[in-house]
């Protein structure tokens, strides 16, 4: 069956440090791969999107990787801060429809 | 200037009641979504239109309508409310293809009592 997975725990890293938050799909074979932010009582707020060709993706401090193979996306917030504690989520397209599918959320807490 | 918006942003009813939300997208996009999050905060989409064809219909049962009279809007209506549908439901628009992003108005909380 088709599946997304995040890191259901909720993550907690020291300020300053490298957060890194995993998406691994099965049974999909997404052209597009997205992540987005979503704060409490929000809606989710785009940050980076990743095509099947690509390998890695960057914007300021936030960094995607897409590893078809793996069938897995990773996604890095470098020099962490408060401001970042959120829920990640990411999504992927299926086969190219105007249907993306969503992952479970990673809840990340940056501690002062 | 909000680029998704819905109303309302709470709605509290109770079982057998029928309701709509509305949303509207003032970026120009074709693409029209529904999204209900649940308790457990799973985001799941339930609806697509592009220009104002109906193009995705995620096996929601039929009380549940949308309708999209032009490009920038897409309401949902729902019959006969069970405790079942109590969710956050998120509206949301992008250009068409699946290599856009997704833009989301800020929710509707429904609960249904």
């Known amino acids: 069956s088709q599946k997304i997975e995040q890191n259901s725990e909720a993550l907690n890293i020291q300020e300053g440090k490298t957060a890194t938050l995993t998406c691994n799909y099965t049974?999909?074979?997404?052209?597009?791969l997205q992540w987005y932010r979503q704060d409490p009582g929000r809606g989710p707020v785009f940050l980076l999107l990743?095509?099947?060709?690509?390998k890695e993706k960057r914007k300021e401090r936030l960094k995607v990787t897409f590893d078809t193979t793996l069938k897995q996306s990773l996604f890095h917030i470098t020099a962490s801060q408060p401001a970042d504690s959120a829920t990640y989520l990411c999504?992927?397209?299926?086969?190219?429809?105007?249907?993306?599918?969503f992952g479970t959320g990673t809840r990340l807490k940056v501690l002062a | 200037d909000t680029a998704v918006s819905q109303t309302p942003k709470y709605l509290v009813t109770q079982m057998g009641n029928d309701k709509s939300i509305k949303c509207e997208q003032n970026l120009g996009h074709d693409t029209m979504y529904w999204y209900k999050q649940d308790s457990k905060k799973f985001l799941k989409i339930m609806f697509s239109y592009n220009n104002k064809e109906l193009i995705i219909n995620e096996t929601v049962p039929n009380r549940f309508s949308p309708k999209s009279p032009d490009k920038a809007h897409l309401n949902l209506h729902i019959n006969s409310l069970e405790l079942g549908d109590s969710a956050v439901y998120f509206c949301?628009?992008?250009?068409?293809?699946?290599?856009?992003?997704?833009?989301f108005g800020p929710g509707t909380r429904l609960t249904v009592t």
């Open positions: 049974n999909y074979s997404p052209a597009y």
């Open positions: 949301a628009s992008s250009l068409s293809g699946g290599g856009y992003e997704q833009y």
């Open positions: 999504a992927l397209d299926s086969s190219g429809t105007y249907k993306y599918i």
């Open positions: 990743i095509r099947e060709n690509e």
